[in-house]
């Protein structure tokens, strides 16, 4: 008895997930760890297609094994990449962040009140000084003040390039 595919996939959409879970154990002979529904019926739909119009000739599988014998597979990728020339040897770089624009030199002062105590903020090469700590981040200082979470640059007013400091 053949398989209406289209109306096999118009009644697995209408399944929940657990009675697609079942049919997938009937039509495959084994249970799924999957619980994602398109997943599901795009699975069983191939199943039964496949075992309604034929599954892989003898032929195609043998040659499918072949080439995943010949093929170079990687569990995990390589732990360092080779430079372009022809050395052969192994070049790395630091990660670098370009140094936003939107902060003032290193050795500013960053000024502002809150809830009428003054707050002062020293730009430092790598990071800010607040209170005698060092932090990553404007964000981190106003975290500390606030206690909540706030946009560093905004909570230290600071514009949002330096292309929109006005001159006084």
Request: net charge positive; proline share 6%; glycine share 6%.
């Given at each position: 008895?053949?398989?209406?595919?289209?109306?096999?996939?118009?009644?697995?959409?209408?399944?929940?997930?657990?009675?697609l879970?079942?049919r997938?154990a009937?039509?495959?002979?084994?249970?799924?760890?999957?619980?994602?529904?398109?997943?599901?019926?795009k699975?069983?739909?191939?199943?039964?297609?496949?075992?309604?119009?034929?599954?892989?000739?003898?032929?195609?599988?043998?040659?499918?094994r072949?080439?995943?014998?010949d093929?170079?597979?990687?569990?995990?990728?390589?732990?360092?990449?080779?430079?372009?020339?022809?050395?052969?040897?192994?070049?790395?770089?630091?990660?670098?962040?370009?140094?936003?624009?939107?902060?003032?030199?290193?050795?500013t002062?960053?000024?502002?009140?809150?809830?009428?105590?003054m707050?002062?903020?020293?730009?430092?090469?790598?990071?800010?000084?607040?209170n005698?700590?060092?932090?990553?981040?404007?964000?981190?200082?106003?975290?500390?003040?606030?206690?909540?979470?706030?946009?560093?640059?905004?909570?230290?007013?600071l514009?949002?390039?330096?292309?929109?400091?006005?001159?006084?």
């Open positions: 008895m053949p398989v209406d595919i289209e109306a096999e996939m118009n009644s697995l959409s209408n399944l929940t997930v657990m009675r879970r079942e997938y009937e039509v495959f002979g084994e249970p799924t760890r999957s619980f994602n529904k398109q997943h599901l019926i699975r069983i739909a191939w199943r039964l297609q496949a075992i309604r119009e034929g599954d892989l000739s003898e032929r195609a599988r043998q040659r499918a072949e080439l995943a014998n093929a170079d597979l990687r569990i995990r990728p390589p732990a360092k990449v080779m430079d372009s020339d022809q050395s052969g040897g192994v070049t790395t770089s630091p990660f670098r962040v370009k140094p936003d624009d939107r902060l003032p030199m290193a050795g002062l960053l000024k502002r009140v809150y809830k009428g105590q707050i002062y903020v020293r730009v430092l090469p790598q990071g800010f000084e607040f005698g700590e060092v932090y990553r981040s404007l964000s981190a200082i106003a975290h500390k003040i606030t206690g909540s979470h706030w946009n560093g640059y905004r909570f230290f007013q514009p949002k390039s330096r292309k929109e400091t006005v001159i006084q």
